[in-house]
C-alpha cells in the first residue's frame, strides 16, 4: 500500500517478508493488528485498502462514539463491537477504501 499526500505517492517505510494472516473471533479484533502494521510502519497511516471478507458489513456507525475517540488509536479498541469497527478506523483516515465480498449464502443485504 501507499501513501498518498497529495500528488505525491510514497511507500510505506517497510515491507513484510511474507504477508501476515490473522484469524479472529471477534472481528473488531482484526483492528490491534492493523495499528499495529501502522506502528512499524508496514501499512502507512492512512489511505489503506481494506479487504473484508464477511457476511455482515460491520460497518454500524455507532452514535455514541465521538469522534476523537474514533481517532484514538489503541485507546479505541475496548470501544469497539464487532458490527462498529470498520467507520472509526476509516473516518480516521487509516482506511480509505472497504471492498466488501460477501459469501453468495449471505442473503441479507442484496
Request: net charge positive.
Amino acid at each position: 500500500m501507499a501513501e498518498n499526500t497529495g500528488d505525491i505517492v510514497l511507500p510505506p517505510t517497510k515491507r513484510f517478508r511474507k504477508i501476515p494472516i490473522y484469524v479472529v473471533e471477534e472481528h473488531n479484533d482484526a483492528l490491534q493488528f492493523i495499528y499495529s502494521a501502522i506502528g512499524g510502519k508496514k501499512l502507512p497511516l492512512e489511505g489503506t485498502t481494506l479487504l473484508h471478507l464477511d457476511a455482515h458489513p460491520d460497518m454500524l456507525i455507532d452514535r455514541k462514539l465521538k469522534g476523537t475517540e474514533a481517532r484514538a488509536g489503541r485507546n479505541l479498541l475496548p470501544l469497539l463491537q464487532i458490527e462498529n469497527w470498520i467507520v472509526p478506523a476509516t473516518a480516521a483516515g487509516h482506511i480509505a477504501y472497504v471492498v466488501w465480498l460477501r459469501p453468495p449464502w449471505a442473503k441479507q443485504f442484496r
